[in-house]
Nanobody
Framework: VQLQASGGGLVQAGGSLRLSCAASGRTFSRYAMAWFRQAPGKEREFVAAISWSGGSTYYADSMKGRFTISRDNAKNTVYLQMNSLKPDDTAVYYC????????????????????WGQGTLVTVSS
């Protein structure tokens, strides 16, 4: 599976962005998908995950209520809708995929993912 993230950019605090992650490969619909992010000078952290069917989602506590992960298996694409953005949300956002990850605590561990996109930069100005 190859992943291509897009949709990043510059936005003012309080604004919104929608990130997309397009996947190649016929088995996309059987992969759990996730978003991680890495802020300057910090370690990469978990943002959200979604099961292969879209029926289960899981979020980092700081993103609950502001971010929404979704997927369209017909388009081989996973999305991250980000609302009420804060300067602390500034980071490179990465999508990841794996066929064996269980959405929940397991999906927070980046080592569980075999496939990664190249990242898209989100900058939130104050």
């Amino acid at each position: 599976v190859q992943l291509q993230a897009s949709g990043g950019g510059l936005v003012q605090a309080g604004g919104s962005l929608r990130l997309s992650c397009a996947a190649s490969g016929r088995t996309f619909s059987r992969y759990a998908m996730a978003w991680f992010r890495q802020a300057p000078g910090k370690e990469r952290e978990f943002v959200a995950a979604i099961s292969w069917s879209g029926g289960s989602t899981y979020y980092a506590d700081s993103m609950k209520g502001r971010f929404t992960i979704s997927r369209d298996n017909a388009k081989n694409t996973v999305y991250l809708q980000m609302n009420s953005l804060k300067p602390d949300d500034t980071a490179v956002y990465y999508c990841a995929a794996d066929p064996t990850v269980v959405v929940g605590i397991d999906s927070r561990v980046e080592e569980r993912y075999d496939y990664w996109g190249q990242g898209t930069l989100v900058t939130v100005s104050s």
